[in-house]
């Protein structure tokens, strides 16, 4: 019989909790979610963040950089 690879499903990057939810230029930000490995990049309303660290593969860090303004939070990853 033929042997057959498993499928793995590997999801978009899902942010669940922003803390702290409000912050000023230079602030640490610590993003919780799901299926973070690997993060490129992290935009705040277009803009691309400081500091990007991936602590592990539900959490990320970074600084709010200047000229960052309100608006939506998306991580990039290779996955999407």
């Known amino acids: 019989s033929a ?5 793995y499903t590997i999801g978009t990057p899902v ?3 922003i803390t702290p939810d409000s912050a000023s230029v230079g602030a640490t930000v ?4 799901a299926n973070f490995p690997g993060a490129t990049q992290v935009t705040l ?6 500091n990007l660290t991936v602590v592990n593969d539900n959490t990320l860090t970074f600084t709010i950089p200047p000229g960052a303004s309100t608006g939506s ?3 990039t990853t290779p996955l999407g």
């Open 30 to 33: 610590t993003l919780t979610g």
């Open 15 to 17: 942010i669940s909790s």
């Open 73 to 75: 939070v998306q991580v």
């Open 3 to 7: 042997l057959q690879s498993p499928t």
């Open 45 to 50: 309303n277009g803009q691309a963040v400081n």
